[in-house]
């Protein structure tokens, strides 16, 4: 069964463009032109992906609320942001609300494929990682990639799937300086040191909402971030 993508766009002519190149990828294509009539199809079912612009029509947020209430549904849905707006505000709000990627429509549609089969790659990821590799334990930290679930001492913290990627590559050799280049490689994604800085201060946002001393996550100036055990 191909892969479901809802694409959510309010310009018909790229709606159109992105669709028919999507589908030609095989993947089946579903397309929504305003937040009410996106919100109807979520309700019914969630795909598999959510390709999301924030802007639809009048309403200049409307993908920030897609992304939203997508969130809450599910920690797992990859959701990319395809916009036109590419401000540094606008990617980290992005980000901040849980969105894997963020793709300015300027993108090749090349590149956009390339990013979508990217986040499908790092589900088939977990979904066949094996048992003995799935558990990571350091200290207080527990990170099941079997069941996409991390724990800081027995409370869990609520990563999206970046995130988690992330955290799971830094872990995987503790104390071990990680570059942004493996970073971005270990989470399949590839963007500027500005949103990979942005993911790593979400993470220890996260960690600290759950114990405000956490300070495991190291930046190792002009090098790259390590875990610290």
């Avoid at 499908?120 to 350091?138: M, T």
């Avoid at 001492?153 to 942004?180: P, Y």
């Amino acid at each position: 069964m191909p892969k479901q993508i809802v694409l959510v766009e309010d310009e018909p002519i790229l709606r159109e463009n992105y669709a028919k190149a999507i589908a030609a990828e095989g993947y089946a294509v579903t397309c929504c032109e305003s937040k009410t009539e996106a919100l109807a199809v979520f309700a019914k079912q969630l795909p598999d992906l959510a390709l999301l612009d924030i802007g639809l029509g009048d309403d200049v947020e409307a993908g920030f609320d897609l992304c939203r209430e997508l969130r809450s549904l599910s920690k797992t849905l990859p959701i990319i942001f395809l916009t036109a707006r590419d401000s540094d505000f606008d990617t980290i709000s992005g980000l901040r609300l849980g969105a894997d990627d963020y793709l300015s429509k300027d993108a090749s549609m090349p590149h956009i494929l390339a990013r979508i089969a990217a986040l499908f790659r790092r589900i088939h990821a977990l979904q066949v990682n094996n048992d003995e590799d799935a558990l990571i334990k350091l200290g207080q930290l527990s990170l099941d990639t079997s069941r996409f679930r991390v724990a800081w001492d027995a409370n869990e913290v609520e990563l999206s799937l970046t995130e988690f990627w992330m955290l799971h590559s830094l872990t995987q050799r503790a104390g071990h300086v990680k570059s942004r280049e493996q970073l971005m490689r270990d989470s399949n994604i590839y963007v500027d040191d500005g949103t990979i800085t942005s993911h790593i201060k979400r993470i220890r946002k996260k960690f600290k909402q759950v114990d405000t001393s956490f300070d495991h996550i190291e930046t190792v100036y002009g090098v790259g971030y390590r875990w610290k055990v």
